[in-house]
């Protein structure tokens, strides 16, 4: 076992505790489902996961001492990051209700691969979660054991499954719902509505934060 077990064991509560915990993941992946299905929702949910591979690796590598050696690079990424959460939602209220008349299968109005890449692109340029990644996963290492990588590795497995017990069930529910909604023309602008201000609302927040 390359990690210790009472580590593991700490890591995997903390992470699920911080997990749900309503936060910017959750409300987006929340948002995907509510507009495009449980398809949707639990492909924003990959997108996310896929993103958090991603940080996993950046912090093991050290990367993320390019935000503290450049600050400006940290506020660059920061915000495009909220400028594409506030286009997103933008781009969502200026066409609600669209494909209202489309096939059964289109009438979610966002598709798995857009959702996937929307969960997967806000995610990566949110250059908060490669400093948390780094700030938190040391903390559960143990560099006497060895194979620091390796435990970088299982550790980032272990966020990446639980990331799809709790926001992936968090998409297909709220897909379960939007669908029941969706059948209704005028709750179907409200979701594209809501959807839109969620976004618009998250992406200001990133760009607030300090």
Known sequence: ???DSHLLMAFAVTTLVAMITPGPDMLFVLGCGMRGG???????????????????????????A????VP???????????AYLIYLGVQMI????????????RAGGMSGRRAYLNGLVTNLLNPKMVTFTLAFLPQFIDPG???????????????????????GLVGVLAGRIGGWLRRRRAAHRRIDT???????????????ER
Do not use: N, Y
């Not at 054991?145 to 926001?167: K, M, P, R, S, T």
């Not at 809501?194 to 760009?207: D, E, K, P, S, Y």
């Open 66 to 69: 390019l935000f503290a050696a």
């Open 145 to 167: 054991l060895g194979h620091v990588w390796l435990q970088f590795a299982v550790l980032g497995a272990v966020l990446i499954a639980l990331e799809f017990v709790v926001d």
């Open 38 to 64: 449980p398809r949707a929702g639990l492909l924003a949910t990959a997108g996310v996961a896929t993103s958090e591979a991603v940080h996993v690796a950046v912090a093991a590598a050290g990367l993320v």
């Open 72 to 82: 400006a690079a940290f506020t660059v990424v920061r915000v495009l990051g909220a």
């Open 94 to 105: 200026r066409h609600r209700g669209s494909g209202l008349d489309d096939a059964p299968e």
């Open 194 to 208: 809501a959807t839109g201000g969620l976004f618009i609302g998250l992406g200001v927040r990133l760009a607030a």
């Open 1 to 3: 076992m390359p990690l």
